[in-house]
């Protein structure tokens, strides 16, 4: 941690300075440059952190040279961690393609969407059982029954599911249905659920809060790892920003910065991102040929009848091109496609 004097800072001031450290238990040294003294500290940085040495005569800043976030980072962990949900990986030898409807529907309509992921090479089958949706009058998803088919659905198509868990009281139940469990972009900041999943035996696919920093993010990741769960994807889903020609924008450079500062593997959401079918396939080549170590897509049988997202699905045509896109990155890049367990005949 670095303190940046005032130019009008007096001796006494940059003395204060050293004395508030030392008595924290802290080594503080000076050095003095031109106009300006900065002083660097030594030491146990959160003590640092409740001293308060903003507020002191003559300081003007503060600045934090070492990451908040410990367990989650590549200093804690400086090979990038490979997460399996069930037997698939997601990490950085392999792309893993997750895919499914948004929402659980109708047993039909989950699997027709399955078969759709399958065919398009998705070793993981998504599908919202709990949706987090904008209004309250909008289809919210057919909780447990949702659950059980999604399961029933991924039993059958040899995919492990992942799906969303909105409430700390819903974990048990969605545990004992998913392979891995997603916190959205709502929930990313919601602390009560991030620190119960970090109890929780199952990975957790946590996705970027709409308006949240990378640093926030990790932080939230921090939630969950310091909890005893270090079994966390991280996935960018776009953020908030001026332009609303898209649902989100989708933050490309997020992609790079989260693989160097932490260890975590780190996916793209690019249905959730741009929120049109025609930008699904431009930005998940953007997002893999960036490093993402995979992607998770909304597909759906009959996208004009969907009860949640149906403008952002993926339909029976564009599957060839997808399934392309990501064996040819594979190959371009030295990866291999994240496979699924050998599936019974549907
Ligand atoms: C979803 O994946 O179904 C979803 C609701 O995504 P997000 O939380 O990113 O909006
Ligand atoms: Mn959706």
């Not at 300075?17 to 040294?29: C, M, R």
């Not at 078969?115 to 987090?132: C, D, E, I, Q, W």
């Not at 939230?220 to 776009?238: K, T």
């Amino acid at each position: 941690m670095v303190v940046v004097m005032a130019l009008d800072a007096t001796d006494a001031d940059i003395a204060a300075v050293v004395a508030t450290v030392g008595v924290a238990g802290g080594e503080a040294f000076v050095s003095r440059g031109l106009n300006r003294v900065i002083v660097g500290l030594v030491g146990d940085v959160e003590q640092f952190d409740s001293l308060n040495l903003r507020a002191m005569a003559g300081v003007t800043d503060v600045v934090r040279i070492s990451v908040p976030y410990k367990l989650v980072s590549r200093e804690h962990h400086e090979t990038r961690s490979t997460v399996h949900v069930a037997d698939v990986p997601i990490g950085p030898s392999t792309i893993t393609l997750i895919a499914g409807p948004c929402a659980v529907e109708t047993y039909d309509q989950t699997l027709e969407g399955a078969l759709m992921a399958r065919s398009a090479g998705a070793a993981v089958l998504r599908g919202g059982a709990y949706k987090p949706r904008t209004s309250p009058y909008a289809f919210q998803g057919l909780g447990e029954e949702g659950l059980r088919i999604l399961a029933e659905v991924g039993e059958k198509t040899g995919m492990p599911v992942v799906t969303e868990v909105v409430s700390a009281n819903d974990i048990a139940v969605v545990a004992s249905y998913a392979d891995m469990l997603q916190v959205g972009t709502r929930n990313m900041q919601n602390f009560t659920l991030l620190q119960a999943l970090g109890a929780c035996n199952k990975p957790i696919m946590l996705k970027r809060g709409m308006s949240s920093t990378i640093e926030e993010w990790l932080m939230a990741a921090e939630y969950i790892a310091q909890r005893g769960n270090l079994d966390i994807v991280l996935c960018e889903r776009g953020i908030r920003t001026f332009d609303p020609t898209t649902r989100n924008t989708l933050d490309i450079s997020a992609v790079p910065i989260v693989q160097r500062l932490s260890h975590l593997p780190i996916i793209v959401d690019p249905s959730h991102s741009g929120g049109r079918r025609d930008l699904v396939m431009p930005l998940t080549s953007a997002a893999i040929a960036g490093g993402a170590d995979g992607v998770i897509i909304d597909v759906h049988p009959r996208p004009e009848t969907a009860l949640c997202d149906g403008p952002q699905a993926l339909v029976t045509e564009d599957l060839p091109a997808l399934a392309n896109v990501v064996s040819s990155f594979a190959k371009v890049t030295g990866r291999t496609v994240a496979l699924t367990r050998q599936p019974e005949v549907v």
